[in-house]
């Protein structure tokens, strides 16, 4: 059992990121005691260097005063104190033949024949240099100097309370190192289970959603920077989702009851022509009527599919450069013997050019789509203008009508889908035309405003980036 948990274990994101801390700080501990000891290691190496060389000069100036019995008259004094296993002295010739020296005996032979050959062709600065003695544990530091023309003296001390407080050092820092590891790891453990504790909150919340509770939400609070950015995009992806599904259910639900009349009106007139004796012209006006209704049932469910592919972003806008005064005159036309047949006054305020980058189509739906609104639901001998100009790198398309307008408290519904105010139930329509237009604007990052008021006309802004 045991076994199996720690092989669950160290597959979890938990483990691996405390493991990770634990490496690192090992590395980055030993890197920092290697620095810091081989530093140590230099000074300590550079003072003992210092007082081997102030020895040579207070030596230097002995053999000048009193010569070589008054020089070894003073070794021999300084030496009786000391322990001949620590420190040794010898005068040597340049050729190599002792004249003098203390008892070398632990000493061993100390061969330094090729120091003496470089001291021999410069005789101003001493020779330093580590050796080991032969058949003990430790080194020593031996300093080769000339004293004279023709002397040599050649001394040295053994590193044992240098490499003993090195040893002291290393073995505090190994000790501390592992202390600082255990804590290290149980704070980097500490850290990961935080984090993984909050990551686990994520996917306990997708749980239940996936169980059916969508209301569900990953609570922000007192989490890394990291985690809380990520619940919160979360928190975000879920509440698309809700308004998706939202969506669909009013879709599913308008649907429902929009197709019930259209289909209601198609079979009525297939049982009325039915039921009775008709002529070979009722059956061709049946089947007229048929087709118009269909008709209508197409334009509103292909209208459904682009308004959901917008709201979605499946539906891509698709940046081409084009002119909005062009577009605009193009839709006036179009709409031009609409407005005649009602005696409306389609008037328009626009400038020589307006040029625009973004998706032209949409854009040619959005003023087709609000023109025909304003003309349908204006009076005879109303007016209907259109006004679009440039102001702060964004194109401003302004369509104004003198209609029946929208009551203040109907004016936050008019871009649901199927929503229609009580004064445009006589009109035809199905209601969703300003909700593909609502679409269509955010879609391609522009702004939509509507002022209106009953009996006295709409006002509809746009604006886009141009």
């Known amino acids: 059992m045991l076994l199996r948990k720690i092989s669950n274990l160290k597959d979890t994101l938990l483990f691996r990121l405390t493991i990770l801390h634990a490496i690192t700080f090992i590395i980055l501990a030993s890197a920092g005691f ?15 260097d210092e007082e081997l060389q102030a020895d040579v000069e207070d030596y230097a100036e002995i053999m000048t005063e009193s010569g070589v019995e008054g020089l070894w008259a003073d070794i021999s004094e300084e030496i009786a104190s000391e322990n ?23 000493w061993g032979s100390v061969d330094l024949h090729e120091s003496l050959s470089e001291l021999k062709a410069n005789k101003t600065e001493p020779i330093l240099a580590t050796i080991r003695v032969p058949d003990q544990d430790y ?11 023709n002397m040599v003296l050649q001394f040295g001390e053994t590193l044992d309370e240098a490499e003993e407080y090195l040893e002291i050092f290393r073995n505090l820092f190994t000790l501390l190192v592992a202390i600082l590891i255990i804590v290290s790891t149980g704070i980097g453990w500490f850290l990961a289970r935080r984090s993984v504790k909050d990551v686990d909150k994520v996917t306990q919340t997708a749980e239940e959603i996936s169980m059916g509770a969508y209301d569900q939400r990953v609570e922000i609070k007192d989490q890394l920077k990291e985690v809380k950015r990520l619940g919160i995009t979360f928190n975000r992806m879920l509440d698309r989702i809700q308004g998706l599904l939202r969506t669909m259910k009013e879709m599913n639900d308008n649907i429902a009851h929009d197709l019930r009349s259209p289909l209601a009106r198609i079979r009525g007139i297939a049982e009325m022509t039915l039921t009775h004796d008709k002529s070979f012209t009722d059956y061709q006006e049946m089947a007229v009527s048929t087709m118009e209704e269909c008709d209508t049932l197409i334009e509103m469910i292909n209208t459904m599919l682009d308004i959901t592919e917008a709201e979605a972003g499946v539906n891509k806008v698709k940046i081409e450069s084009f002119d909005l005064v062009a577009l605009i005159l193009e839709a006036c036309e179009l709409f031009r013997p609409m407005a005649e047949e009602k005696q409306i006054h389609l008037k328009s305020d626009l400038p ?9 189509k949409k854009m040619q739906r959005i003023v087709t789509n609000i023109l025909e609104n304003a003309i349908k639901y204006t009076p005879a001998k ?29 004016l936050p519904h008019i871009f649901d889908r199927f929503y229609r105010c009580d004064q445009s139930r006589s009109e035809q329509g199905v209601g969703l035309g300003l909700s593909l237009v609502k679409a269509y604007t955010e879609t391609m990052n522009g702004i939509i405003k509507v002022n209106s008021n009953i009996n006295q006309g709409s006002i509809f802004s746009l604006s886009f980036a141009q």
């Open 34 to 48: 290697l620095i810091f000891y081989f530093r140590i290691y230099a000074i300590t190496m550079e003072n003992i």
């Open 84 to 106: 001949p296993a620590e420190e040794f002295y010898r005068l040597l010739s340049y050729s190599g033949d002792i004249l003098k020296t203390t008892d070398m005996s632990s």
């Open 139 to 149: 080194r020593a530091r031996v300093v080769m100097a000339a004293m004279g023309s």
């Open 352 to 360: 020589k050019t307006l040029p625009m980058n973004n998706d032209r």
């Open 382 to 410: 109303g007016v209907v203008e259109i006004e679009a100009n440039a102001q702060d790198g964004h194109a401003h398309l302004v369509v104004k009508d003198t209609g029946i307008g929208i009551a203040g408290a109907d």
